[in-house]
């Protein structure tokens, strides 16, 4: 006869061994997670990127963020200047592209004119490069507590821009995932449905 006792014991056993194999695969798959963020994109930066939002002089820039932070959107920053023919360029052309205004609407956008604004341009190196500074049109993509996710420059065009854009908010939502999975409760069947959801 079958000992029930025994079956059962084994049963245990076996989940439990099936939970740490899933624990160590979330592990991994978190940390490649956060590799690939960190190495993939035109430009990445660290955890002490984040913005100190006292010394911002504009207002209008830190009531995007606290929009952003209310509304859960990146931050999409762009340094230019009335005077700059590419800035002109991306602003008519690129800006203006039906395909991007609708993938703009999934950020908090500000325009920011570096000539207005040339203190919190150096801050954010969204100076011309005359001036010292990396070039404009600068476009810088912010989480919404601030650190820096990508950047870009120049009059892109509205195909390039869209991959970019969709990118940081393919790279946001991946670790918005990765952080929801880790919050639940690490139940056999509740662990087990959200790894199959993610794959």
Same mark, same amino acid.
């Given at each position: 006869?079958?000992?029930?006792?025994?079956?059962?014991?084994f049963?245990?056993?076996?989940?439990?061994?099936?939970?740490?194999?899933?624990?160590?695969?979330?592990?991994?798959?978190?940390?490649?997670?956060?590799n690939? $963020?960190?190495?993939?994109?035109?430009?990445?930066?660290?955890?002490?990127?984040n913005?100190?939002?006292?010394?911002?002089k =504009?207002?209008?820039?830190?009531?995007?963020f606290?929009?952003?932070?209310?509304?859960?959107?990146?931050?999409?920053l762009?340094f230019?200047? $009335?005077?700059?023919?590419?800035?002109?360029?991306?602003n008519?052309?690129?800006?203006?592209?039906?395909?991007?205004?609708?993938?703009?609407? =999934?950020f908090e956008?500000? =325009?920011?004119?570096?000539?207005?604004?040339?203190?919190?341009?150096?801050?954010?190196?969204?100076?011309?490069?005359?001036?010292?500074?990396?070039g404009?049109?600068?476009?810088?993509?912010? $989480?919404?507590?601030?650190?820096?996710?990508?950047?870009?420059?120049?009059?892109?065009?509205?195909?390039?821009?869209?991959?970019?854009?969709?990118?940081?908010?393919?790279?946001?939502?991946?670790?918005?995932?990765?952080? =929801?999975?880790?919050?639940q409760?690490?139940?056999?069947?509740?662990?087990h449905?959200?790894?199959?959801?993610?794959?």
């Amino acid at each position: 006869m079958l000992d029930l006792r025994r079956l059962l014991e084994f049963c245990s056993k076996e989940e439990t061994k099936m939970r740490l194999t899933h624990y160590k695969l979330l592990i991994i798959s978190v940390f490649i997670l956060l590799n690939y $963020t960190a190495v993939s994109g035109q430009s990445t930066t660290d955890e002490s990127s984040n913005i100190d939002f006292s010394k911002i002089k =504009n207002q209008e820039i830190v009531k995007t963020f606290e929009t952003a932070r209310a509304y859960n959107k990146p931050v999409l920053l762009i340094f230019d200047a $009335t005077w700059c023919p590419y800035c002109k360029k991306f602003n008519e052309e690129t800006l203006r592209d039906e395909k991007v205004v609708e993938t703009l609407s =999934n950020f908090e956008k500000l =325009n920011i004119d570096v000539d207005q604004n040339a203190a919190d341009a150096g801050f954010f190196d969204g100076k011309p490069a005359s001036l010292g500074g990396s070039g404009i049109p600068a476009i810088i993509i912010f $989480t919404p507590e601030g650190k820096e996710l990508a950047r870009t420059k120049g009059a892109v065009e509205p195909k390039y821009f869209i991959s970019f854009l969709e990118k940081q908010l393919k790279k946001q939502k991946e670790a918005e995932a990765a952080v =929801n999975l880790l919050s639940q409760r690490a139940t056999g069947d509740g662990l087990h449905t959200a790894l199959i959801t993610q794959k």
